[in-house]
C-alpha cells in the first residue's frame, strides 16, 4: 500500500471511478468464468488479482484521493476485490471438483477383466456329503464314531452275526490282508464301526459314522472298490422300528427338503432282525412320474422312489457279543452309500467321476454340497 | 430266481385278472426283491399255428442254404402253404410254429406275404428269439408234440409273465415256485395248495430189482439221505413241452427228460436231485467225508483233489460226487442210462458252504443247501420226481431206501408284546399269533389275547426263524412295513465333533482357502510306484501291507504315502488339458507292524458275551498300523501370468507355507530342517519338525522323480502325518494365552550379515532373537546375497528387526545396546560379521 500522495489530484484519479472499477471487476469475473482448469485460474488469478493487475493498481491511488473521498473509493475497492475473490475462490473449488473428478474417471479400468491371479480351490463332494449327513445327526445328540479300514474280519463279520460260513460273507467280495487266513480285511461295510461304538462307549450309543470302505469290484460307471458309506446307530432302552423310521424321515427331509419321507421294504442283513430297504421318495418328481408317460423322471427313472440304503433293529446276536442285554435294550443301524446319494442328488451319471479326481469336477461343488 | 406266473398258479389258485406287475408289488412289499416281470412274447399279435412241414426243396443258388418249404397248417388256416425258410434244422413231417401273414411278432416284426428268394413266402417259421421266448436263434423251434391247426401261442406259454427274484440269503425257502407261492398266496390272503408236500401216488415197487442200499457216516453232516431206484427206463425218451417251456421261462436249458425232470422238482419243490446211473454205482451209496487226497472228476469235467473236510456221495469204487454241490462224471446219466437211482438229501447247510468254498463252485444245489432245503422235503420230491420219470419215460420202479436222523421242529419262546414292543406300535397277541400261523408256525398259548408268551415251532422249511426278532420280522413285515409310525428318539444332548475332527475339517476347509482341490485317490500302490520314488531298502514306506487278492498285480499292495496317487490325478488332469494342478488329500496309509512280521495267530472271539480286553488286545494287534496323511500336490503357476504381468512358479517356499501353515492353523508350530528325503530334490526339501519329531516333509520334487511321474519340472509337494499332527495339537489346545498389545513406538533396525553359506537362516534368525532379548519383537530375513562382493563360499543374509519395549519408548541408547548383543550372538553362534565392517 502506497502512501498517501498529497500533489496528486484525485478528482484527476480515473481508475478509482466507478465505472472503471466495475469494468475491470467485470474483466476479472469474465475471466475467471472463463478459466478451464486450475492452471488457467492461476494466471487470471495474477491478471486480476496480482501487483499489476488494474484493481491492484487502482486500489494503490486511494491514498491519493481527498480524505473525504478515500472512504468511499476504500469502500469500492474492497468490495470489487472481495466479489473477484470470491469468484476465484468458488471457481476454483469447482475446477478442483472437476479435476478430481476427471482423475478418477482417467483412471477407470475395465473391471470385466480377469481377476483370479490365484486358484480356486474346492473340497470333495463325498467328503462334504459325508459331513453334511453327519451334521444332521450331530444336531440330534449323535456322535461321531469311527474305526480303521484295515479291520479284523472279527469285527467286519463275526461280531455282525456274519459267521465264518454265512452266505452273506462271500457276498460281499472282499480284499483280504496279507492272506485269506490273515483275520485281517479292507472292511467292507461300515458297520464295524457299531461293534466298536458299543464296545467302547457308555449305554446308551447314539452315533453316525461315515467312511470309506472297499469290495472287490472293477471300477465301471455303476461300481468301485474303493466307496464311502455313512452308518448310524442307536442303541438305547425302548428304542422301537418307529424311531428308525422317524429318523431316516428326518434325514430324508433335511437332506432333500420338506414333504420328502422314506419307505421300508422287508430284507436281510444278518445284523439286524427286522431288517428293511430304504427308499427315499423322489424329490424331483415326488413320485408324479409313476405311470405318467408324458413326463418321465431321469432322477428316479419313473419309478417314485430311489433305493438310498439298508437298515433295521439290531440283532440281539449283535448286542450280546457287545455285552449288552438284549431284554433290557434295543437299537436301530442303518446305513447308505455316500456315492449313491451324490449321484441321485447331484444328478452325477458316472461313479468314475468321483474317483478319477478331475478337479473341474470338485471345483464344481465348491467347499459345501 | 426266475418264476412263471402260471406256474405258480400250481400251488395258489390267482384270479385271471391279477398280472405279474401286482404280484410283484405285494411280493417286494413282503420282503421279496422282484427284480424285473417280463412277459413271454410280449408285443405278439394275432395268431401263431402249428404247421407240420410237408415238403422241402433246397435253394442252392444263393450264399446261404435256403429252404422253400410247403408247410400244412390244416384246413381251417388255408391248407398247406409256401414259406421259404433260411433254418435248416428239421425234416419233413417236423411240426413247426407258423406266423401267418397279418401276425405282428415281438418288436413290432409285421408278417406279410412277400416275395423273397424267387417265391412268394406266405408266412414266416418261428424261431424262439423272434418269439422272444429265448435267444436261441441257431434254428426254427420244433414242436415235440402237437396238432395241426393247433393254437401254438397257448402250447409255448406265450403271454406268461416271469417274475425275477433276488432272494436274500435267508430266505432258501423262495428258491422254489413252491416257497414263492406261499409269499402270493399270503399276500392275496389265498389259500395256499402245497402240492409238494402231498406223496405222488406211486406203484408199488415191482421185485425185479433191489432198491439201491444207502448209508450215512455221521449225522452232523447229512440227516437225511433217501435213494429212489427206476429201471428199463427209456432214455430216448423226450421232455414233454409243458416241462421244456417251464424250464426255459426259469433259465435252463432242455438236456435230457431224466436231468429235466430233476431240474423242475428242484425249482418246483427246492429240492435238489441227483441221478445217479445204477449201471455205474458199486455197492451202498453213502453220505459222509471224503478220504484226504482222493481225487473226483466233477460233471463239469475238471478233476478235483479231496480234503478230508469235504463232504461226499462215495460208494465200494470211491467218491462218486460233492455232496450238495456237484455229481461226478464217473456215474452221470447218459444217453444209454436205463437203470436210475435218484438222490434227495438233507444236508448240513455250513458243510455244503464250505465245500462249494473250497472247491470255487457255486451250483444251484449248493446255493440252496447253502440256505436250508426244507427238513422233511426229501422223500416227497423225489417220488414226484419219479412219478414224472415212469410217466414220461416208462420203467419199472423198484423202491425207495432212506436214512434219517430224527428231527425236532425249533421251537421259540417269545412274548406275545415283542412285536409292538420292537415296532412302535400296537399289535395284538391275537395279531401276532394269526401271521405267525400264515407263515406255516405252529403257535402254542395262542389262544385269546391273553397269553404272554407263544411257543411257536417253526416250519421245517424256515430254518432262518431261530430267535425271536426273526418272528418279529415275520410279524412286521407281513402287516408292511408302511403300517409303522414315524417319530424321533427323545436324546440327552451329544458332545458334538472330537477336537480332532474339528480339526480335521478345519485343515479340508483351510487348503480349499489355500487354492488347493481336494482328491479322494484309491490306496493301492505296486512296486513300481515304491521304485519311482526313489527310496532305499530301509526306508518305511517299503513295510506296505500286501491283499491276498488285489484288483490289479501292478498295484497288490496298500499306500505307504499319499504322493503316488496324487501324482496320477496330476497326471490325469494334465493330460486332460490342465496347465496349473494344484491337489490334496487326506487319507489313511498302511504299513505293516513289527507284530505282523512275527506271523500272527488269528483270534475269534465268541460272539455270545462281550470279548475280554486282552481279546480286544488281540484282535487290534492284528492291524496294519494306519495312521492318517495328509499330503498337496503343487504344478505350474501359483499366481498366473495376466493382464497384471508374468505370473510366478509354485515352488518349495509355497510347499513348506501350506504343510507349516496347515499346522500353525490348529497351532502346532513346526520347524524347517534340511534333510535328504526321497522323492524330493535332496537339496530343496525341508523336514517339518516340532521339537525332534518329524511330522512331514515339504520341497520341490526331484528332477528324476518328475521325468518318471511325467510331471513338469520344480513341481513341489508336501505330506504330513495327520494323526501325529492332530495329537500335538489335541496336545497343545487350550494352552494359548492372549499375547500383550504393546502400544509404545517400535524401533525398526536393519541388520546385514556375512557369513559362511552353509549356515541356515533360520540359525541365524534365532541367534539375533536369542541375542537381542525380550526387547525383540520379530526378525526377519529380507534379502540373500551371495556374489563378487562377499567373500567366496559365503553370504550376505540381511534382516529387517523390529524392537519395542512393552512400556516405553525406546532411547537410541538402548536401541543400539540390543543390536550389539544381537550382533555378538550371530558372530559367537554363527560367525557372522557386520556386512561392510
Redesign the interface.
Known sequence: MSAPNRSYDPVGVAALEPQAVGEAVGQALAAIEAARDLTELKDVRRDHTGDKSALSLANREIGALPPAAKAEAGKRMGEARRSVNEALERREGDLAVERDLRVLREETIDVS??T?????????P??TMM?RMSEVF?L?????AEG????????NF??L?IG?????R??QDT??????????V?RTQTSPIQMRAL?ERPL?V?VVAPG?VYR?D?LDATHT??FHQIEGL?V?EG?????L???L??LATMMFGEGI?T??????F?FT?????IDVLCFLCRGESVGNLGSPCRTCGSEGWIEWGGCG?V???VL????IDPDVY?GFAFGMGVERTLMFRHGVTDMRD??????RF??AFG?EV | MRVSVQWLASYVDLPPEVRGREIAERLIAAGLEVESVETLGAGLQGPLTVGKVVRIEELTEFKKPIRWCQVDLGSEHGGTRGIVCGASNFIVDDLVVIATPGTILPGDFHIAARTTYGHVSDGMICSERELALGEDHAGIIVLPDGTVGDDAVELLGLGDEILDIAVTPDRGYALSVRGIAREVATSFDLPFNDHAMALADLPAPEATDAPWPCDVDDAAICEMFTLRRITGFDPSATTPAWMRRRLTAAGMRSISLAVDVTNFVMLDTGQPLHAFDGSKLRGTVRAGYAASDTRLTTIDHVERVLSPDDIVIRDDSGPLGLAGVMGGFSSEIDSTTTDIVLEAAWFTPRRVAQTARRHRLATEASRRFERGVDRVLAPYASAKAMQLLLHYGGGSYVGFTAWESPYEPTRIVMASSLPERTAGMAISAGVVAERLTAVGCEVAGSQGDGADHFTVLVPSWRPDLIDPADLVEEVLRLGGYDELPSHLPAISGGRGLTERQRKRRRLGLWLAGAGLTEVLTYPFMGPADIAALRIDEEDDRQRGVTLANPLSDEQPQLRTTLLPGLAAVARRNRSRGADDVLISEMGRVFFTTKYHDLGTTVIRPATTSRPSEDELAALEELLPHQPEHLAGLLIGQRVRSGWWGEGSPVDWAQAAALARGCALEIGVHLQPRAVHYAPFHPGRVAGLYLDDICLGYAGELHPAVLLHWGLPPRSCAFELDLTVLLDASVAVSHQTQAPIIATAPVAKEDIALVLDAGIAASDVAAALTDGGGDMVESVRLFDVYQGPQVPAGQRSLAFSVRLRAEDHTLTGEEISQIRELMLAAAAQRCGAVLRGS
Open positions: 477383466m480377469p483370479d491371479r490365484g486358484h480356486t480351490g474346492g473340497r470333495h463325498l467328503t459331513e450331530l440330534m445328540g449323535y456322535e461321531i480303521p479300514e484295515a479291520e479284523a474280519e472279527w469285527f463275526d461280531a452275526n465264518p460260513d454265512h452266505p452273506a462271500t457276498m480284499f483280504f490282508v496279507d492272506s485269506a487266513e490273515s483275520g485281517v479292507l464296545l446308551p447314539y470309506r472287490t472293477e472298490p474303493v442307536a438305547d428304542i422301537t422300528m418307529a424311531h423310521k422317524g429318523t424321515d428326518h419321507s419307505r421300508l421294504r422287508p430284507s436281510y444278518p432282525e427286522p431288517s428293511a430297504e433293529m440283532n440281539p446276536r450280546e457279543a457287545a455285552g434295543s468321483m474317483v478319477e479326481g478331475d478337479v470338485t471345483r467347499i
